[in-house]
């Protein structure tokens, strides 16, 4: 059974960077594609960031393009979300997850497995 652990959170004021972290068990991690997705209070969990299984392609929704940064690393078994310039909205809990795929996707049911989740809190 596939384990993920989210790791890097926490408050940051506007204009700076946080780099999530999220190690992966259980699962032949260098053959999948995995996504970070996020969820702020009251709102539904919406697609941030993904790649697929060798970090070849990426994908992101457009409020995160030019700030955000998806990447991985098959050796160490972990995804990272490096995120520069934060806005108060990017407040959020963010969750990794994987999918049984090489390929890449862009939705929640894409994806079969998840982690706890790390906050995000950014500040002005």
């Known amino acids: 059974q596939v384990q993920l652990v989210e790791s890097g959170g926490g408050l940051v004021q506007v204009g700076g960077s946080l780099r999530l972290s999220c190690a992966a068990s259980?699962?032949?991690?260098?053959?999948?594609?995995m996504g970070w997705f996020r969820q702020a209070p009251g709102k539904e969990r919406e697609f941030v960031a993904a790649i697929n299984w060798n970090g070849g392609s990426t994908s992101y929704v457009d409020s995160v393009k030019g700030r955000f940064t998806i990447s991985r690393d098959n050796a160490k078994n972990t995804v990272y979300l490096q995120m520069n310039n934060l806005k108060p909205e990017d407040t959020a809990v963010y969750y990794c997850a994987t999918r049984r795929s090489y390929a890449l996707g862009i939705n929640r049911d894409d994806y079969d497995a998840w982690g706890q989740g790390t906050q995000v809190t950014v500040s002005s």
């Open positions: 259980g699962r032949s991690f260098s053959n999948y594609a």
